[in-house]
């Protein structure tokens, strides 16, 4: 069912760096690309999300790139918070990758 | 923002029980819904889909006889565990889809059920 592949699995970056979590899919008729936050507990919540026929959206320190060719599409959180500390999960459509531990250490 | 609410958020059974789990979209309505179930340290793989008025699609894998889901009104799915075992316990998250806005998903807070 995994048709979805995130990496990397965890990440540790020093507070005010840059993490980057990248995605792959390989259903061409994906539409729809959300970026997850979920705390443990929680349920996930939607952070930004993106569609095809744009290839950047930036949304506070939140830029999802996007690569159609390619089928690829990744999220850059800049000035990284240790609030931030969390699990990223990249989906498309509805259909999630494995998920992104990060940490950020202050 | 738009508000998924579940309920319970915390159930406990003995083993052989049903227990019913349900989803509400408080401020839109959600033509269609998902459930989810979530392992700890794993991702959320998706259930089924459920559409008011019609019989939910089931992932494969999953069993529809295990997992009853009704989906009676714009706002509201139930997913019941039927005859649960210790196998079930798990975190289950239900998400509506916004029918304004046919992409964005929006997810509940999740059920934690654990069958002793």
């Known amino acids: 069912q995994q048709q979805v592949k995130q990496s990397p699995q965890s990440l540790i970056v020093q507070k005010g760096g840059i993490s980057i979590i990248n995605c792959a899919y390989e259903?061409?008729?994906?539409?729809?690309f959300p970026w997850y936050q979920q705390f443990p507990g929680k349920g996930p919540a939607l952070l930004i999300a993106?569609?095809?026929?744009?290839s950047e959206k930036k949304e506070g320190r939140f830029t999802i790139s996007f690569n159609k060719s390619a089928k690829q599409f990744s999220l850059h959180i800049m000035d990284s918070q240790p609030g931030d500390s969390a699990t990223y999960f990249c989906?498309?459509?509805?259909?999630f990758g494995a998920g992104t531990r990060l940490t950020v250490k202050p | 923002g738009a508000v998924v609410s579940q309920h319970p958020s915390w159930v406990i059974c003995k083993s052989g029980t049903s227990v019913k789990i349900e989803c509400r979209s408080l401020?839109?309505?959600?033509?269609?819904m998902f459930w989810y179930r979530q392992f700890p340290k794993q991702s959320l793989m998706l259930m089924a889909t459920?559409?008011?008025?019609?019989?939910?699609?089931?992932e494969q894998g999953v069993e529809k006889d295990k997992f009853l889901i009704n989906h009676a009104s714009l706002t509201l799915s139930t997913l019941t565990v039927t005859s649960a075992h210790p196998e079930d316990s798990s975190f289950y998250i239900c998400?509506?889809?916004?029918?304004?806005?046919?992409?964005?998903?929006?997810f509940g807070p999740g059920t934690r059920l654990l069958v002793l």
């Open positions: 259903n061409t008729a994906f539409d729809y």
């Open positions: 989906a498309a459509d509805m259909r």
């Open positions: 998400s509506a889809r916004d029918d304004r806005d046919l992409g964005t998903q929006y």
């Open positions: 993106i569609r095809p026929d744009v």
């Open positions: 459920s559409n008011e008025g019609s019989k939910a699609t089931y």
């Open positions: 401020d839109f309505q959600a033509t269609t």
